[in-house]
């Protein structure tokens, strides 16, 4: 398929022509022609769009959808549609599944479902046997058939023992370790931050010190074991000045940031609205701003949707028999680029690829196409129409969102909303 993209403004800092607003001739998946003006040939498709703009492809680091076990939430099929509407080229697939992404043919199957997709999904394998946290999973096995890190999702290492090892373990073949950032001990049966709110809410909290003591705990065994550590979606201010003291003493760690706790506050759950539980919970307007700051300074490597599809029957329920989550991939894009300049929102949804070992592709001629397809200008309500998702749990409803995605080319495809 041959298109060409007619005067797109190029946010890339890597290629020669950024902030230029050029035409870009796509032949074959290749960037065949950048420049000011070119005249479409004979079977190219011209594609003009309002104030397009144009950067690498995205990536984001935590993505569920359900397939296999819980095709009701969101199927493969559809959730790759979803993300390339919503601008993501590459996605992380979380090991939640049922049965559990935990040996090399499980991570062979989310490959091939995904063959010929112009969205590239990396699964994410889980670091424990059906991530129960007792047994090590077969990570290399897991590695040679194309996970890119490990993890067990929303699921923290209870035993610091088995961290350690696996630290020490992943090294032999450059793995990534996720580390959930909660310890379940102090933990308890909380289910939103405890705060003010909580206390007024009547709702059983999770103290900031949960999540810090465990990255407390993670830091001192990477400073052990060497190696590469990640520390998924983080949540408070002390938590952030931990990892950049992690840093400055050389510590090879990488953390991420949901959009909802860059954005939303637990005053949101004086609804009881059951798409503001999530998991870590959220926390005070100074936890949010210590992120942003995270964000803006590099503490913060990246920034994910943490998108997790949940059924009807899961959400629309009392709040504590609630399931935690939300979706992110529709609302992803349009709330970082409220919060943050357009030039830092594309860099937080890309420069995460090289932490997962995922090649990025500067915008030149030359190159292959793999882009995102957006506009940063203009403001909307984000409503249930706009959810592409089969589950429809976002926190974002009736929240007023800058700018909109219009799709993606990936793998020689052209999608668009």
């Known amino acids: 398929m041959n298109f060409l993209l007619k005067a797109a403004t190029i946010i890339d800092p890597s290629s020669p022509f ?12 290749i960037i065949k022609d950048i420049d000011a003006l070119i005249d479409a040939k004979e079977n190219v ?8 703009h144009v950067s690498q492809g995205w990536f984001d680091s935590s993505v569920s959808f359900g397939e296999p076990g819980y095709e009701e939430r969101e199927t493969i099929n559809n959730g790759l549609t979803v993300a390339a509407k919503s601008g993501f080229t590459s996605i992380a697939i979380n090991p939640n599944t049922l049965p559990i992404t935990d040996t ?27 991530s129960e946290g007792i047994d090590m999973a077969e990570l290399y096995d897991m590695k040679q058939a194309g996970a890119v890190a490990f993890g067990d999702y929303k699921k923290s290492v209870r035993n610091p023992n088995l961290l350690k090892i696996a630290l020490l373990y992943a090294q032999n073949f450059d793995g990534l370790v996720l580390s959930f950032p909660q310890d379940n001990s102090i933990a308890g049966k909380g289910m939103v931050n405890e705060e ?5 809410l009547g709702l059983k909290g999770i103290p900031a010190l949960a999540e810090e003591l ?5 830091l001192f ?9 990640h520390i998924p979606t983080i949540s408070t201010a002390k938590s952030v000045q931990l990892i950049r003291e992690a840093k400055a003493n050389g510590l090879q760690v990488s953390c991420s940031v949901s959009v909802h706790h860059l954005s939303l506050t637990d005053d949101e759950l004086t609804t009881f609205e059951t798409n503001y539980k999530v998991l870590p919970p959220l926390r005070t307007q100074k936890d949010v701003n210590s992120l942003i700051e995270g964000v803006k300074d590099g503490t913060i490597d990246m920034v994910t949707g943490d998108h997790q599809p949940m059924d009807i029957e899961h959400k629309k329920v009392e709040f504590d028999n ?17 919060i943050l300049s357009v030039d830092q929102t594309i860099a937080l949804l890309t420069q995460g690829k090289s932490i997962f070992g995922i090649e990025s592709i500067s915008i ?20 249930e129409k706009n959810i592409l998702s089969t589950s429809k749990n976002s926190a974002f409803l009736n929240k007023t969102i800058k700018g909109s995605t219009y799709g993606i080319v990936g793998n020689g495809q052209l999608i668009l909303k």
């Not at 490959?111 to 059906?130: D, F, Y």
């Open 18 to 29: 950024h902030n230029q607003t050029v035409d870009i001739l796509i032949e074959n998946g």
């Open 45 to 52: 498709e011209e594609i003009k769009l309002d104030t397009l």
């Open 104 to 130: 090399g043919a499980s991570v062979g199957f989310l490959k091939g479902k995904a063959l010929q997709n112009p969205v590239n999904l990396h699964p994410i394998g889980s670091l424990t046997t059906k």
């Open 196 to 200: 003010e709110q909580s206390t007024l």
């Open 214 to 218: 465990q990255i407390s705990r993670d």
């Open 221 to 229: 065994l990477l400073e052990y074991t060497g190696g590469k550590l």
């Open 322 to 338: 609630a399931k935690y989550g939300t979706i992110g991939l529709e609302s992803a894009f349009g709330i970082l680029n409220s």
């Open 364 to 383: 030149d001629k030359g190159n292959k196409a793999d882009l995102s397809l957006f506009t940063p200008k203009g403001n909307t309500t984000f409503v």
